[in-house]
């Protein structure tokens, strides 16, 4: 049978543990940046089985491709790279890991997946540990919290009355 392209174009090999640990921990704009540069480096072939790594992106790409704020857009770079997610470079080639060095350095910054996220040890760890879980408290979405209300007695006044 011969192969064949997608009738939509190309596609962007994106990493299984990504979508399932990963996504349903970060925020909309955390997803977004993220995704964008997965495009921008597993979305390029370099022949043969070879994927780019990293790509050279401006604030400005990030955030017309992301649909986002310039604030939302730092945010969540720093988040990404807090959690080890992502890592972001200069054109030295040195770590930029906060976002006033980031803002120093007025150029292109380079942005690629952390290589660690390559190990599956790391990915157990990074996926429960550092990501953690989500900061609602809806209790219909926490057993634990569901279990504590039902558990508890209804309180009753104190009214001192004859």
């Known amino acids: 049978m011969p192969r064949t392209s997608p009738p939509w174009g190309g596609t ?3 990493p299984n ?8 921990r970060l925020t909309d704009t955390e997803w977004r940046v993220l995704c964008v540069i997965v495009r921008q480096t597993f979305g ?5 089985g070879k994927r780019k790594l990293s790509d050279w992106l401006s604030h400005y790409q990030l955030k017309r491709r992301t649909g986002r704020q310039s604030a939302a857009v730092s945010r969540a770079i720093d988040r990404l790279v807090k959690r ?14 906060s976002s006033s060095a980031r803002r ?9 997946l952390h290589t660690r996220l390559a190990f599956p040890s790391y990915q157990r ?8 879980s989500s900061k609602s408290k809806n ?3 926490n057993p634990d919290k569901r ?5 508890r007695k209804p309180s009753r006044s104190t009214n001192a009355s004859p």
């Open 104 to 112: 120093r350095a007025k150029s292109h910054l380079l942005f690629s």
């Open 12 to 14: 962007t090999p994106v």
């Open 44 to 48: 390029w072939h370099l022949g043969p």
């Open 125 to 132: 760890r990074i996926g429960y540990a550092q990501i953690g």
């Open 139 to 141: 209790n219909k979405t």
């Open 147 to 151: 279990k504590q209300q039902h558990a």
């Open 84 to 97: 080890g997610l992502i890592t972001v470079r200069d054109s030295h080639e040195r770590l930029v890991s």
């Open 17 to 24: 543990f990504l979508l399932d640990r990963v996504m349903p």
